[in-house]
Structures are given as C-alpha cells and as structure tokens.
C-alpha cells in the first residue's frame, strides 16, 4: 500500500539548515508528485513545494528563496533542505503524495 | 496566490446534528477543492476531493458541493467520532492553499 514516512532531526538551531527526508513505498516518484506541507503548532497548514514526477520543482514564493527539494529515485526518497531556520520555522512538516495520502509527520523544533 | 475564507473557525454541535462548513476561494477553482479531517496528534486525512467525491472508507455521512468560489462540507448526522478540525484546500493553481480550518467540538 501506499506510504510516506518522514525523518530527520527534531531539533535545530536558529539560523540553521534543516535536512528533511521522505521515504515512499507503494508508488513510484517518477509517476506521481509528492508536496512539502507544514503545520505551526496549533494553526493551519502551508504547502511548501513540490516535486513533480518528471524532475521539476515548484516552490512557495514566501519560502522560495530558502527552500530546496531533491530526489533519489533509486531510494524511493525525496528531500527537503530549508536555510536560515528562524523560531516561526517550528512545527510539524508533511510529505504528501499528491493531495491524497499523507506521512505521519515529523516535528521539527528550532530553538537555540 | 489564492486565499480560502473557511466559516465557521470553531463550531460546537450534538450528537445527530447536521454540520455544515464553508470555503470561499478568492478566485474561480473549478471542482479543485479538498476537504480533510484532522484529528489531534494525526496527520491530515482526506475526505472528499475534487468537491464532491467520497474517498474510499469515508462514511457516507460526509458530503461535499460547490464549483467556482463556493464550497461545502456537510456532516449529516454528527457522531463523536468527528471531533476534529476540518480543513479546506485548493488545488487549483500553484501554491496550493489551505483554509484555515473549522475546529468542530460536541456540545
């Protein structure tokens, strides 16, 4: 079945970079996008990026100039990298297939 | 980028009730608009998609309606087991955009 499981680190310094990790099973990367979503804690959701089946990137123009997404295809994995982490970069970050199936989520705290 | 007006932001029901919440999207989305549960401590699950469709293991006491700018997710019969927030989401156009979510309590 389909499944998306992130990982990296829980905490993370101000002005530092955060390395996230999305692991897929049940579905291939070159067919199907997967999104970047974050959630502050206690408020809503913001979608971050995108990549697209074919390679291509789409990203948020309030995060663009911070964020990069990148894939493995060999690994089933895809990866988000954000800089310049500041504290309203706390939450719990998404990756989604599409806009269907979702991970679990990993909480992600920056604080010195 | 699009913004979603979702209403109520905090509604309060009994069991049985018949729950209605609203999204109003800025600009025309077509059919392009999703409809998630959130339960706490849980990650998002969706409900209906493209405005009116069911997603699979979904009770048949969730509905959707609406194209264009006005959208609604209705809750036929409340039962406790929806206690959750309730989020709106365009996929119209990029980015992507959420409403702000309708936080749904029994009364």
Redesign the interface.
């Known amino acids: 079945q389909v499944q998306l499981k992130e990982s990296g680190p829980g905490l993370v310094q101000p002005s530092q970079t955060l390395s996230l990790t999305c692991t897929v099973s049940g579905f291939s990367l070159t067919s199907y996008n997967v999104?970047w979503v974050r959630q502050p804690p206690g408020k809503?959701?913001?979608?971050m990026g995108r990549m697209r089946y074919n390679g291509d990137t789409?990203y948020?123009?309030a995060l663009k100039s911070r964020l990069s997404i990148s894939r493995d295809t060999s690994k089933n994995q895809v990866f988000l990298k954000m800089n310049s982490l500041q504290t309203d970069d706390t939450g719990t970050y998404?990756c989604t297939r599409e806009?269907?199936y979702?991970?679990?989520?990993v909480m992600v705290t920056v604080s010195s | 980028d699009i913004q979603m007006t979702q209403s109520p932001s905090f509604l309060s029901a009994s069991v049985g009730d018949r729950v209605t919440i609203n999204c109003k999207a800025s600009q025309n989305i077509n059919r392009y608009l999703n409809w998630y549960q959130q339960k706490l401590g849980e990650a998002p699950k969706l409900l209906i998609y493209n405005a009116n469709s069911l997603q699979t293991g979904i009770p048949s006491r969730f509905s959707g309606s609406g194209s264009g700018t006005d959208f609604t997710l209705t809750i036929s019969s409340l039962q406790p087991e929806d206690v959750a927030t309730y989020f709106c989401l365009q996929h119209n156009s990029w980015p992507y955009t959420f409403g702000a979510g309708t936080k749904l309590e029994l009364k």
């Open positions: 999104h809503g959701l913001e979608w789409s948020n123009s998404y806009v269907d979702w991970g679990q989520g």
